[in-house]
């Protein structure tokens, strides 16, 4: 039969190879990079398994004068490292995958605080990075060896087995993008001044990649087209354009962006599918070579249209490739509605930032395909024929069930409110959060496939109820709900006044009870709640006043790159805020704030005020059980999600997903995963 997205399958010629379709995992940083090489290289090799053409590392440091620590990605420094790097290109070609490699050298972009030796620079310069290091100025000794380097790297990574070696002049970090923008490079030489002469060094490193790997290595450029800073920055109608019309043919391959990270992976709430077409459709009018672009890409329709309307060649995924492994799989196989779409999160960048290995709200095996061994489609098999009973529909409990059933066990799921979903039907009717609800909409999906699964929503479950129910085995994932007394990170007594009729909660206004007039939010979860809902009241009319005790608002999506997205739009919703400031009580004309800094105490008139502040665990029922369990009446009781820690809902899925696996197993002595470590 014909596949309507027949076109997505068929094979591109990059260079001297040729991916085997049209999808393409884009370079993406993993939180594994050097210090983890196994669980990167089955994490990428899970990408090959589920049909991605071309699978890319994340950038990897050419030489020890570009280190970014803390962070970890990928580096190719010396021979040494060649075996690990070997481990993923192994791993994607077992699946007839090509393996693509991203060699940086930062620049500007690196502090050098492992190294130890000054950073280099156009010009004597602070690092991006905030911290108090400035850049050597290069000279031409400094150009002539950062040549050398990458051309030693792409030859140490031809031996590593990649099949695509990049020149990587995108998101600001690398010195091949630092030396085309006028604000960094101020330099009289070659290479600075006029477009030609700014754009030497990456033109040198493309001919010199070529020349050194190009008989069996394709040669990508990865080029950020615009910046989104107008006259004072990179644009495609611009030098933008300028430059991929004077390089258009030399690289084997164009694989083009925005800049910087905050714009390439702007979240859900700000950016919708196929966002970057505007900025990078005219890449494939200037060339003849493929070109490869992201937009979050999720819809095999949107795909398909990209490659028909000639804005693509390939398709780009690092989120969507994230979220589903196995995204082209299914729409080869015909079964696109069992994809799980990406949300736009970026849970996965938070890992990154963070400094730990990726994971994903959608996907609660990434990151653990090597240290737990877990599969996205596989999962083992049921032991017995136990029945387990799962009280609440949140996504905890919608995903506990669903791998469950897919284990093949009976599960009944019971949900008191009407429709399934917890907290995550609520949140994702919030402004801008609309995405997020494919978190249930995927679940519930799969869950209708699965025979030996029974859901009833709008039923409250009692402890008598749950023991009449005559199931032995109870997994509880009963939620949470935010606190109404103030108490959070900052306050550890209740506030003064929290007890009156003007306090409201998230809980409150997501329900639809909404307050009116000027309203004070008193943000000390430092999310994306404290925002969300600013913005949900301003739309309403009200006059929103943020105060918070963080250095700035809504601090915790820093890690999500969408911080001074949400600054910017409140204030345009004229949202007036203070930072750094912490209830000091409430009283019926307003609030008295206490200044963090200095002491000072101000007062602030309102008409209500909106506590996001920190969330109990509704576990009452779990604690009412446990006599019952040491009693023998039931065989197994765990509590799950937020129920047992509030947290995020990448957490909530995770641990859904935990227990569904550990369930009837035989308990783990010591840590319950492998563990990397240095050989001594």
Request: glycine letters at 10%; charged letters at 25%; a negative charge.
């Given at each position: 039969?014909?596949?309507?997205?027949?076109?997505?399958?068929?094979?591109?010629?990059?260079?001297?190879?040729?991916?085997?379709?049209?999808?393409?995992?884009?370079?993406?940083?993993?939180?594994?990079?050097?210090?983890?090489?196994?669980?990167?290289?089955?994490?990428?090799?899970?990408?090959?398994?589920?049909?991605?053409g071309v699978v890319c590392t994340e950038e990897v440091e050419i030489h020890h004068t570009s280190d970014i620590a803390p962070y970890i990605e990928g580096r190719l420094?010396?021979?040494?490292?060649?075996?690990?790097?070997?481990?993923?290109?192994?791993?994607?070609?077992?699946?007839?995958?090509?393996?693509?490699?991203?060699?940086?050298?930062?620049?500007?972009?690196?502090?050098?605080?492992?190294?130890?030796?000054?950073?280099?620079?156009?010009?004597?310069?602070?690092?991006?990075?905030?911290?108090?290091?400035?850049?050597?100025?290069?000279?031409?000794?400094?150009?002539?060896?950062?040549?050398?380097?990458?051309?030693?790297?792409?030859?140490?990574?031809?031996?590593?087995?990649?099949?695509?070696?990049?020149?990587?002049?995108?998101?600001?970090?690398?010195?091949?993008?630092?030396?085309?923008?006028?604000?960094?490079?101020?330099?009289?030489?070659?290479?600075?001044?006029?477009?030609?002469?700014?754009?030497?060094?990456?033109?040198?490193?493309?001919?010199?990649?070529?020349?050194?790997?190009?008989?069996?290595?394709?040669?990508?450029?990865?080029?950020?087209?615009?910046?989104?800073?107008?006259?004072?920055?990179?644009?495609?109608?611009?030098?933008?354009?300028?430059?991929?019309?004077?390089?258009?043919?030399?690289?084997?391959?164009?694989?083009?962006?925005?800049?910087?990270?905050?714009?390439?992976?702007?979240?859900?709430?700000?950016?919708?599918?196929?966002?970057?077409?505007?900025?990078?459709?005219?890449?494939?009018?200037?060339?003849?070579?493929?070109?490869?672009?992201?937009?979050?890409?999720?819809?095999?329709?949107?795909?398909?249209?990209?490659?028909?309307?000639?804005?693509?060649?390939?398709?780009?995924?690092?989120?969507?490739?994230?979220?589903?492994?196995?995204?082209?799989?299914?729409?080869?196989?015909?079964?696109s509605e069992e994809i799980r779409e990406c949300i736009g999160c970026n849970i996965c960048v938070t890992g990154d930032m963070q400094i730990v290995p990726i994971r994903?709200?959608?996907?609660?095996?990434?990151?653990?395909?090597?240290?737990?061994?877990w599969h996205p489609e596989n999962i083992p098999a049921k032991r017995s024929d136990k029945e387990v009973l799962v009280v609440g529909g949140g996504p905890a409990g919608?995903?506990?069930?669903?791998?469950?059933?897919?284990?093949?066990?009976?599960?009944?799921?019971?949900?008191?409110?009407?429709?399934?979903?917890?907290?995550?039907?609520?949140?994702?009717?919030?402004?801008?959060?609309?995405?997020?609800?494919?978190?249930?909409?995927?679940?519930?999906?799969?869950?209708?496939?699965?025979?030996?699964?029974?859901?009833?929503?709008?039923?409250?479950?009692?402890?008598?109820?749950?023991?009449?129910?005559?199931?032995?085995?109870?997994?509880?994932?009963?939620?949470?709900?935010?606190?109404?007394?103030?108490?959070?990170?900052?306050?550890?007594?209740?506030?003064?006044?929290?007890?009156?009729?003007?306090?409201?909660?998230?809980?409150?206004?997501?329900?639809?009870?909404?307050?009116?007039?000027?309203?004070?939010?008193?943000?000390?979860?430092?999310?994306?709640?404290?925002?969300?809902?600013?913005?949900?009241?301003?739309?309403?009319?009200?006059?929103?006043?943020?105060?918070?005790?963080?250095?700035?608002?809504?601090?915790?999506?820093?890690?999500?790159?969408?911080?001074?997205?949400?600054?910017?739009?409140?204030?345009?919703?004229?949202?007036?805020?203070?930072?750094?400031?912490?209830?000091?009580?409430?009283?019926?004309?307003?609030?008295?704030?206490?200044?963090?800094?200095?002491?000072?105490?101000?007062?602030?008139?309102?008409?209500?005020?909106?506590?996001?502040?920190?969330?109990?665990?509704?576990?009452?029922?779990?604690?009412?059980?446990?006599?019952?369990?040491?009693?023998?009446?039931?065989?197994?009781?765990?509590?799950?999600?937020?129920?047992?820690?509030?947290?995020?809902?990448?957490?909530?899925?995770?641990?859904?997903?935990?227990?569904?696996?550990?369930?009837?197993?035989?308990?783990?002595?010591?840590?319950?995963?492998?563990?990397?470590?240095?050989?001594?």
């Amino acid at each position: 039969m014909h596949n309507p997205f027949d076109i997505l399958f068929q094979p591109i010629q990059i260079g001297p190879v040729t991916a085997p379709n049209r999808f393409y995992q884009v370079p993406h940083c993993n939180g594994m990079g050097y210090r983890m090489p196994k669980s990167m290289a089955a994490m990428r090799g899970m990408k090959a398994e589920g049909g991605w053409g071309v699978v890319c590392t994340e950038e990897v440091e050419i030489h020890h004068t570009s280190d970014i620590a803390p962070y970890i990605e990928g580096r190719l420094w010396a021979d040494e490292d060649i075996p690990l790097w070997q481990l993923m290109t192994d791993a994607i070609h077992a699946h007839g995958a090509l393996a693509g490699i991203e060699l940086a050298h930062n620049g500007i972009h690196a502090s050098n605080l492992f190294s130890r030796v000054p950073p280099l620079g156009p010009r004597s310069m602070s690092v991006t990075r905030t911290a108090p290091v400035q850049t050597r100025r290069m000279d031409k000794e400094d150009f002539r060896n950062v040549r050398r380097w990458h051309r030693d790297a792409a030859l140490r990574a031809q031996r590593a087995g990649f099949d695509i070696v990049y020149c990587y002049a995108g998101h600001n970090m690398t010195l091949p993008m630092q030396l085309l923008l006028r604000r960094y490079n101020d330099r009289r030489d070659e290479y600075g001044g006029s477009l030609e002469n700014r754009v030497r060094l990456l033109r040198e490193l493309i001919e010199e990649t070529k020349e050194a790997v190009g008989d069996r290595c394709g040669v990508a450029v990865r080029f950020a087209v615009d910046e989104l800073l107008g006259e004072d920055g990179l644009t495609s109608q611009g030098e933008g354009y300028e430059i991929v019309a004077t390089l258009a043919e030399l690289p084997d391959l164009w694989d083009v962006n925005i800049s910087g990270w905050a714009n390439d992976s702007a979240t859900s709430r700000f950016e919708k599918e196929g966002y970057q077409e505007q900025y990078t459709a005219f890449v494939k009018s200037l060339t003849s070579k493929p070109v490869v672009g992201v937009g979050r890409y999720t819809s095999p329709d949107s795909m398909a249209s990209a490659i028909r309307r000639g804005v693509l060649d390939l398709i780009g995924a690092a989120r969507p490739s994230i979220a589903d492994p196995f995204l082209p799989r299914k729409i080869q196989e015909g079964r696109s509605e069992e994809i799980r779409e990406c949300i736009g999160c970026n849970i996965c960048v938070t890992g990154d930032m963070q400094i730990v290995p990726i994971r994903c709200t959608q996907n609660p095996t990434m990151g653990e395909e090597w240290r737990r061994g877990w599969h996205p489609e596989n999962i083992p098999a049921k032991r017995s024929d136990k029945e387990v009973l799962v009280v609440g529909g949140g996504p905890a409990g919608l995903e506990c069930a669903r791998a469950l059933g897919q284990r093949g066990y009976t599960v009944v799921l019971a949900e008191a409110r009407r429709e399934l979903g917890g907290r995550v039907i609520l949140e994702s009717a919030l402004p801008g959060l609309i995405e997020w609800r494919r978190v249930i909409d995927w679940r519930l999906t799969q869950l209708q496939k699965l025979p030996t699964v029974s859901l009833y929503p709008g039923s409250p479950m009692t402890p008598a109820d749950v023991l009449d129910a005559g199931i032995s085995n109870v997994v509880l994932a009963t939620g949470a709900h935010w606190r109404r007394d103030g108490i959070g990170r900052t306050l550890w007594r209740p506030v003064a006044g929290s007890d009156g009729e003007n306090i409201y909660t998230p809980d409150d206004l997501m329900e639809g009870r909404l307050p009116a007039g000027r309203v004070l939010i008193y943000d000390d979860d430092s999310y994306y709640m404290g925002g969300v809902l600013a913005e949900l009241l301003a739309a309403q009319g009200c006059q929103v006043t943020l105060i918070t005790p963080a250095t700035l608002l809504s601090y915790w999506t820093q890690y999500s790159l969408e911080q001074k997205r949400i600054q910017q739009r409140l204030a345009r919703l004229e949202v007036t805020w203070r930072t750094q400031h912490a209830l000091a009580a409430i009283q019926p004309s307003g609030v008295l704030v206490t200044d963090l800094i200095s002491g000072g105490v101000d007062e602030i008139a309102c008409d209500g005020v909106v506590l996001v502040t920190e969330r109990q665990p509704n576990d009452a029922l779990h604690t009412a059980l446990l006599p019952a369990l040491a009693e023998g009446k039931l065989a197994s009781l765990r509590l799950i999600g937020d129920a047992e820690a509030p947290n995020i809902i990448a957490q909530a899925v995770y641990a859904g997903h935990l227990a569904a696996r550990e369930f009837d197993e035989a308990p783990v002595e010591g840590t319950p995963f492998r563990v990397e470590r240095a050989i001594v």
